[in-house]
């Protein structure tokens, strides 16, 4: 009998492990998703201050892990969400990666150019 309290004990120690081990991982991944939202819409409302006054705006953004930032048009897009800008992007714009990166927004022939490093 003490073994069968034992072993019952076992299983209800791994289910609760388990049960916090997925909501560790959902919860980073909502973490995750509420900062690429949050660098989109940075990234957006620097692209409209520049479309709006013209020169160049420099902001520091986090691009989080599993998630790349890209400019197509004028819409900005990181993974499964994008903003719109007034203006269209220039051509062949290199992605942002994961990461934090300091970005650079400029106005060149009514085209946005966005630069990072």
Known sequence: MPALKTLALVVLSLFAVSVGSF??????????????????LRVSE???QVADFGGSRTENITVPSGYTMHFVDNLILIDHKQAE?????????????????????????????????
């Open 85 to 117: 800008v007034p203006l269209p992007f220039a051509d062949n714009l290199a992605p942002v990666p994961a990461g934090q990166h300091e970005l650079k927004v400029e106005l060149q022939a009514n085209r946005l150019v966005v630069t990072w490093t």
């Open 23 to 40: 909501g560790v991982l959902v919860f980073q991944s909502l973490m995750a998703d509420q900062a690429a939202t949050e660098a989109l």
């Open 46 to 48: 620097l692209c409209q």
